[in-house]
């Protein structure tokens, strides 16, 4: 099956089997290996993505579903020079260890500033609630979203 779609803002053409995961093409097809796979059943977050501007777990889609649409990874974050508000915050705040949640959670906190630019720390709590870090504990990522928030939660509003 042929499937167009964009990814990071670039469009993207490809034959696919569209029961393939949409985890699977982004790693392997397209080199973008940010996305990760930890439980690859839709419940750690690690694979989360944002399609068509809502968070999405990319090893529970099928390719077949993809055309059309519009795909953010962690690696289309930033303008290629230097790392978005969340990233940033992410590193300033020491909330990132292992880094198999890190592009997860950093997706998810994302679409959660686009939505609200300064959200409350229960906020924060509900909206990144389906990805699971086993090594930084939740405290440091908390911070850093609402840094993030505190920074420029407006630019972020604007975002994908």
């Given at each position: 099956?042929?499937?167009?779609?964009?990814?990071?803002?670039?469009?993207?053409?490809?034959?696919?089997?569209?029961?393939?995961?949409?985890?699977?093409?982004?790693?392997?097809?397209r080199?973008?290996?940010?996305?990760?796979?930890?439980?690859?059943?839709?419940?750690?977050?690690?694979?989360?993505?944002?399609?068509?501007?809502?968070?999405?777990?990319c090893?529970?889609?099928?390719?077949?579903?993809?055309?059309?649409?519009?795909?953010?990874?962690?690696?289309?974050?930033?303008?290629?020079?230097?790392?978005?508000?969340?990233?940033?915050?992410?590193?300033?705040?020491?909330?990132?260890?292992?880094?198999?949640?890190?592009?997860?959670?950093?997706?998810?906190?994302?679409?959660?500033?686009?939505?609200?630019?300064?959200?409350?720390?229960?906020?924060?709590?509900e909206?990144?609630?389906?990805n699971?870090?086993?090594?930084?504990?939740?405290?440091?990522?908390?911070?850093a979203?609402?840094?993030?928030?505190?920074?420029?939660?407006?630019?972020?509003?604007?975002?994908?």
């Open positions: 099956m042929q499937v167009e779609l964009i990814i990071n803002g670039e469009p993207a053409r490809a034959d696919v089997d569209p029961l393939a995961r949409l985890l699977d093409f982004l790693r392997e097809a080199g973008l290996t940010g996305v990760k796979e930890g439980c690859g059943e839709g419940e750690c977050g690690a694979c989360s993505v944002i399609i068509d501007g809502d968070l999405a777990l090893c529970l889609i099928p390719m077949g579903q993809m055309h059309g649409t519009s795909v953010l990874t962690v690696e289309g974050l930033g303008d290629g020079t230097r790392l978005s508000a969340i990233q940033e915050a992410m590193l300033t705040a020491g909330a990132a260890q292992c880094g198999i949640c890190t592009p997860g959670i950093v997706l998810a906190a994302h679409a959660l500033l686009a939505a609200r630019p300064h959200p409350t720390l229960d906020e924060v709590r909206g990144l609630a389906g699971l870090c086993r090594c930084t504990g939740y405290g440091a990522i908390y911070r979203v609402l840094q993030a928030a505190a920074a420029c939660g407006s630019e972020l509003s604007g975002g994908a």
